[in-house]
């Protein structure tokens, strides 16, 4: 069954160091998301991103998050520079398609990549 | 804003009973509503999903989950927990667009 894949598993960092987490979406798939659970709360939307460009982002998605796809495969999530709330598991997903009138869009994510900031 | 919510944090049931997840969503157009399960160093893998239709919906490893409009709920159930179901289980809402909203989760604990 196609899955997405997530590297790291896990990185510890400097607060204030950089830091890209890389995924591999579903090869046929168009959409791709960045969701963060910082722990014992809730899973947050980040950003979605189609066509090369993001097409949604949330509030905690500020000027510090970046996201790109530098290639046919990977999708990247940047944090310029780190902060002890940057601290979370970091979800990519992956969808065929948009929310439209026949139904929502189906994710499927990854197993993750925790970040933690020292 | 559009929320999601869990109220059990914990649940523990003994292997061979019953089930019932709760969730409940707010108010607002026909959600689309999801069932996602977290083991232990996996992903978030999909349980089942409610577009429109039938509202009871079936889906894998032997759990269903019922929308009712009437108490903005999908609960999730199953009839006959086994040992491996233990995991933390997330329900979700998708409007229209490409954002879901998650609860905040229920860990399962099943016991021998």
Redesign the interface.
Known sequence: EP??T?TPSHQVTQMGQEVILRCVPISNHL?F?W?RQILG?????LV?FYNNEI??K?EIFDDQFSVERPDGSNFTLKIRSTKLEDSAMY?C?S?ER??GS???????????SRLTVL | AQSVTQPDIHITVSEGASLELRCNYSYGATP?L?W?VQSP??????LL?Y??GDTLVQGIKGFEAEFKRSQSSFNLRKPSVHWSDAAEY?C?R????????????TRLMVKP
């Not at chain 1, 026949?102 to 993750?112: C, D, E, P």
């Not at chain 2, 998708?94 to 989760?105: E, H, K, W």
Request: hydrophobic share 40%.
């Open positions: 899955e997405v997530q959409y998301y969701y709360q809730k899973v947050e939307f979605s097409s949604e949330s979800f997903a969808s948009l929310a026949s139904g929502a869009n189906v994710l499927t994510f990854g197993a993750g | 689309y999801f996602y160093g996996q992903g978030l893998q999909l999903k577009f429109s997330f979700a998708g409007d229209a667009g490409n954002m879901l909203t998650f609860g905040g989760g």
